[in-house]
């Protein structure tokens, strides 16, 4: 639970954890949160081995190139930045092209084939991450966007809070729960769900710090026990709206526009680094597994300036600038330092990952597509993907007409219907590669992984 506070820079209130040293603290006046924790499971026992701790960070509509350290000259990411220089980098890691086909596969470690069934929605018989972490004797919690109740869609379980509890996470501060969009923003006087609690639109307060303050509480609380706490940020989505440290923030409400987005970076930026804090001050930095990912490319109508020249976002769809993804871990005293590696990772590799470094196990009534990349985290060669697989059918809007498949490696990309592109050279996809005899190796190992997949039937619109 939180109390309140004002802080002085600004005179705005601020969420702060009960165990902070500030005593400045007023009784919250919603009712939302005073049964917040009310339903929640007691804690496991103190007696189970000594495992890590994990904090999986994905931020939402964060290309590649949105990190100072991934080329970017638009943004301002110094914790990113320090983080991937104190850790471990990933250049080829890949999502799908759109939020929740991402968010599916890498709950499930599954293809999209085999479980994406509409856009927004979860099929609530997958087995999750968090399901096996929680079997397995950890603590788990979510906060940010969940958006998988499919609240519009044939499969609709609105009104229903405890699917995501069903889906292996005890506690949560969620937006796009049991409630559209519609209903209420994420960003200023969001519209939050907590266990326990009736959906609250919180008045003067800002989402992403509701949903930090959250982790940072977690955290907090559960020190002493291995934890999952998963945070898929609302930021960077739009609407590209100002944040509590853009000079316009006053007139938030009226002033929409995409060059917010470089300051809804830097705070996205900012509340990593305020996690990052919470566990140096918990001693818990050499405990903890740290990962940071964003879910799909950057909107379109984002430009970034690379050294290379401007880069266009390609959010929804199967370019690079679609499904190239930041890939960041950190965890001090194990994962190597400064590291930078080349190996090919995708959405499905987190949840056996996951599973792998918490010492639990898999299901053995489903295949999971995913390969474990936990000894790369340890510094060893590991077992190296040889290609990477996108089956990509959104179910949403004008985007499914972009609806394919392909197999890629770290430089080619062959689609389903026989187009081989060079996507270092031509990121773009401008121009298809002709069969030329030197490709054939190529084209045959992208062909191999792409004929080891299922019959494709498109989802009906």
Known sequence: MYSFVTAPRTGRRR?????????????????????????IPQPVSAAAPARPNIVLIMADDFGYECLGCNGSLSYKTPVLDRLAAEGLRFTHCYAQPLCTPSRVQMLTGRYNFRNYREFGWLD???????????????????????????????????GDPLRVVRAGFDEFCLWQLTQPRSAGERYADPLVEVRGAAPTILKDKYGPDVFCDFVVDFIERHRDEPFLVYYPMVLTHDP???????????????????????????YADKNVGRIIAQLERLKLREKTLLIFTGDNGSPRQVVTQLASGPFEGGKGLTLDSGCHVPLIVSWPGTAPRGAVRDDLIDFSDVLPTLVEVAGAKLPD???IDGRSFLPQLKGQPGTPRAWVFCHYDPAWGQLSRHRTRFARDRRYKLYHDGRLYDAQSDPRELTPLTDDPALQPIRSKLQS?????????????
């Open 449 to 461: 992984a792409l004929d080891a997949m299922p019959p494709w039937t498109p989802l009906e619109e």
């Open 124 to 158: 609530p018989n997958e087995i999750t991450f968090a399901n096996l972490l929680r079997d397995a004797g950890y603590r788990t919690g979510i906060a940010g966007k969940w958006q998988l109740n499919g609240l519009n869609g044939r499969h609709a379980d609105t």
């Open 240 to 266: 590209f709206v100002p944040t509590p440290d853009s000079p316009d923030w006053n007139t938030r409400r009226n002033r929409k526009h995409v060059d917010n987005f470089p300051d809804m970076v830097a």
């Open 365 to 367: 009534d489903r295949e």
């Open 15 to 39: 969420c702060f954890p009960r165990r902070s040293p500030c005593r400045l603290m007023v009784p919250m006046v919603v009712s939302w949160l005073v049964t917040a924790w009310s339903l």
